[in-house]
């Protein structure tokens, strides 16, 4: 097969040289509504030149893929003359494979990476096991092969394709596979038909080749392989040992795969010219060019450079107030585990959002007749797929929330909408997602909605601390940062506030401010500065004082981790850190304007939040 790939390139920024192509089977195969293609179509040129003016990209001092030194290992081993099924102690083989690893690295790894990368290592190794033994009552003998890429070269066009994982092929040569790693639930999601396309031509048509710099085209060297009769994509879980294989098809179906399936969403994110704001600004050297991304120079009120790039989000703040020790191993060093239970606010919260997002969206007031009951879910918890005894948890709070309703017949709503953008003077990418935007009249007004278990009587401005969402949205309102498209469809307005919902099972109550009045704008915008300013020039990220080690998610791997403690101590308020609420203290009354309230509450909001990691592999 040989395919032409148009190498025309038509960017939202300026191009001095576009170069070769080289298109990566994760980046093409981005899900649509994170899919941004001047993104891609940069990410795909590794020569390209851009104009001048964007802010150049600068690295940690540390390890952030986690999977990167888990592969090398993983290679190593399977590679080391031993066979992983004699492994004796695959705890001690996955150790010394991994500190091997860490020696070849570029960048320092620390130390909770490493004893991540044990486990994960360990991990992989049992799930190769388990693949092993299904090929071998196949017949199935697979042995490495070297990394492949399929090529398109014309005399005026050189396109390469290629995929991030590991290459086996059969003793026969007749099998192809494609080992995915992943970090959990191998085969418990559908594979992304672009992704699988672009994987399924390399395996049909991939060679070995040679190995320049990243920034310098490869050259194919053919006939060297037997050609294969099948291709196999598998997926590898770090985390359970999970296997599955899920792509299996002759060479002839994979390459109808990859010409009907891959090739015309291909063709459109190569060529750029459209822009969707994301995850991937944080990295992107065009983000200060970009013509969708805000660029708001002071945005979040701080005026030192970031040591390195960083993305800040209020559930990104949140992990940060907790422990920067465990915000630095999820958010820095990309850490994951296995998907765990939420704690009870947090399913309670889970639940109201989804609900309200759902009513929400149909631009008409929340009614009685919309409501859960105790026999009936109604029309919009049976759309969300709820059980009743789902109904039952969020009922109080849906009741309480139906009787304030903002919206009605004549409001123009949007939701499930990712704000962006991008402050320069500190190149930190700013991201959050409103509850609810939302325009009644000449009023446009941004909407936070939070479940608590009461709702304590504290002043105004204390809730910017608790609710870092709340400062954020002020100066994103203030800064005209939502974007046109929103915009064009609300309408005109002439006011802007900022409210906050608060709903407990037995009360609803909603505060506001004006954007537009200037001591709530000077008041938001120092409270964020404030925030923002420790978490953007960390380097350390030491433990807090009252890490909550029981209820953290990645404090198997930290060194500092103390799962004994259940409460914290913040100036003589008791927080449970497992359920994140304060503990009735009588000898000490919840003043108004007592800080030791507002931290206290903050680190009980904190504990609340459910925390949105990428778990995108990069390549």
């Not at 890429?149 to 050189?158: G, V």
């Not at 009870?344 to 009513?359: D, F, I, K, P, T």
């Not at 064009?488 to 506001?512: H, M, P, W, Y």
Request: include cysteine; aromatic fraction near 8%; charge should be negative.
């Amino acid at each position: 097969m040989s395919i032409q790939v148009p190498q025309d390139w038509h960017p939202g920024f300026p191009v001095t040289n576009a170069g070769f192509l080289r298109i990566s089977a994760s980046q093409v195969g981005a899900e649509e509504n994170r899919a941004c293609s001047d993104f891609i179509s940069l990410k795909s040129r590794p020569a390209a030149k851009i104009g001048e003016g964007y802010i150049q990209l600068r690295y940690p001092s540390f390890e952030s893929f986690p999977l990167g030194i888990v592969r090398d290992a993983l290679l190593s081993t399977i590679n080391n003359d031993k066979v992983v099924h004699e492994f004796e102690d695959i705890d001690e083989v996955s150790e010394s494979a991994i500190n091997e690893a860490i020696k070849n690295a570029r960048n320092k790894v620390e130390k909770s990476h490493k004893l991540w990368a044990v486990d994960a290592l360990s991990g992989y190794l049992m799930a190769w096991e388990k693949a092993r033994e299904e090929d071998i009552a196949q017949g199935i003998d697979f042995t490495d092969l070297e990394i492949i890429q399929a090529f398109d070269i014309t005399e005026t066009s050189h396109t390469e394709w290629f995929a991030w994982g590991i290459y086996l092929t059969s003793a026969d040569s007749k099998i192809r596979e494609f080992r995915a790693l992943k970090f959990s639930k191998a085969g418990l999601t559908t594979i992304n038909p672009v992704r699988a396309g672009v994987i399924a031509r390399i395996l049909a048509e991939g060679v070995p080749h040679s190995e320049p710099s990243w920034s310098s085209p490869r050259d194919p060297i053919y006939k060297i392989l037997k050609p294969a009769e099948k291709v196999r994509i598998r997926e590898l879980g770090c985390l359970d040992a999970s296997q599955a294989i899920v792509l299996e098809d002759t060479i002839a179906g994979a390459k109808k795969l990859f010409e009907e399936k891959t090739l015309p969403t291909v063709l459109q994110r190569v060529q750029g010219g459209t822009q969707k704001p994301g995850p991937s600004c944080r990295s992107c050297r065009a983000n200060t060019m970009c013509p969708t991304l805000p660029n708001r120079p002071g945005l979040l009120g701080i005026t030192a450079f970031a040591p390195w790039p960083k993305a800040y989000s209020p559930s990104k703040f949140h992990s940060y107030r907790r422990c920067p020790r465990q915000y630095f191993l999820q958010d820095e060093l990309g850490l994951r585990t296995t998907q765990e239970t939420q704690n009870s606010a947090q399913q309670r919260g889970l639940l109201v959002h989804a609900w309200l997002e759902q009513a929400h969206k149909r631009a008409q007031e929340c009614t009685k007749e919309d409501i859960p009951t105790s026999s009936s879910l109604g029309i919009i918890a049976t759309e969300l797929g709820w059980n009743q005894e789902e109904a039952n948890t969020a009922l109080p709070f849906l009741i309480q929330h139906q009787l304030t309703c903002p919206i009605n017949k004549d409001s123009k709503v949007v939701t499930e909408l990712a704000i962006e953008a991008l402050d320069t003077d500190a190149d930190i990418t700013v991201s959050t997602r409103p509850d609810i935007i939302y325009k009644n009249g000449d009023d446009l007004v941004w909407r936070e909605i939070k479940t608590v278990s009461s709702i304590q009587d504290i002043e105004k401005d204390i809730y910017f601390n608790i609710y870092p969402q709340l400062p954020l949205a002020i100066r994103l309102m203030v800064e005209d940062c939502l974007p046109k498209e929103v915009i064009e469809k609300l309408g005109n307005f002439k006011n802007k506030r900022v409210e906050l919902e608060l709903i407990s099972n037995d009360e609803c109550k909603t505060i506001s401010w004006d954007c537009d009045d200037a001591n709530v704008k000077l008041s938001a915008w120092s409270q964020l500065a404030e925030q923002v300013d420790s978490w953007a020039s960390d380097t350390l990220f030491a433990p807090s004082p009252n890490p909550p080690c029981n209820w953290c998610k990645v404090s198997k791997w930290c060194e500092f981790a103390n799962a004994e403690q259940v409460q914290a101590d913040i100036g003589g308020l008791q927080v449970d850190l497992k359920t994140g609420e304060i503990i009735e203290n009588a000898s000490i009354p919840l003043i108004s304007n007592d800080d030791r309230v507002a931290k206290a509450l903050g680190l009980s909001a904190s504990l609340a939040e459910v925390s949105e990691n990428d778990e995108d592999i990069p390549f």
